[in-house]
């Protein structure tokens, strides 16, 4: 039964997830927790998911699955997370063709990339008050450093590296 409820769960996700990866965090959090997976884990998932190759909405569903119900589950997750996309894909090519020159098309994606923004920043927010990082001066100053070396294109390996051996050094 827990594989239905997975194969369910991020199926509705990669159905849903508009935006990529991050815009999904958030929605995956949400139904992470009634697997019974706890918000300090999920912290832990998003850091692996983040290290490593690969899609991190899609790391992210595979560790959660594999959290809920071991490696079947991390297969069930992944697969029905991707099966939307895949679907839609297809779909898309038949239908897309027609309306490529429309306004209509071109006034929903215009639209539809500020709702993406949206979520985006949602997920910033959640994940800012699930670390905590209101509670220590030095946090804020590491979450604005790599913001800003971010913003300036400074590749994200080059920033963990820094952010990391700052962080052996400063706590």
Do not use: W
Not at 123 to 148: C, E, M, P, S, W
């Amino acid at each position: 039964m827990i594989y239905l409820e997975l194969f369910l769960t991020f199926f509705k996700i990669g159905l849903f997830g508009f935006g990529g990866g991050y815009a999904m965090i958030s929605m995956i959090q949400d139904e992470a927790l009634k697997f019974g997976i706890q918000r300090a884990d999920f912290i832990d998932i998003i850091a692996v998911a983040e290290m490593t190759p690969g899609p991190i909405g899609l790391n992210v569903s595979t560790f959660t699955g594999y959290k809920a119900a071991g490696i079947p589950g991390a297969a069930v997750a992944t697969f029905s997370n991707i099966l939307p996309c895949f679907i839609l894909v297809i779909a898309g090519l038949f239908i897309l063709r027609k309306f490529l020159k429309k306004e209509l098309y071109n006034t929903f994606f215009s639209n539809f990339r500020l709702c993406v923004t949206g979520l985006v920043a949602s997920v910033v927010i959640l994940l800012g008050q699930a670390i905590k990082i209101h509670t220590d001066y030095r946090n804020i100053l590491f979450a604005l450093g790599g913001f800003i070396l971010c913003y300036y294109k400074i590749h994200p390996i080059i920033v963990l590296i820094i952010a990391g051996t700052a962080g052996y050094f400063i706590f």
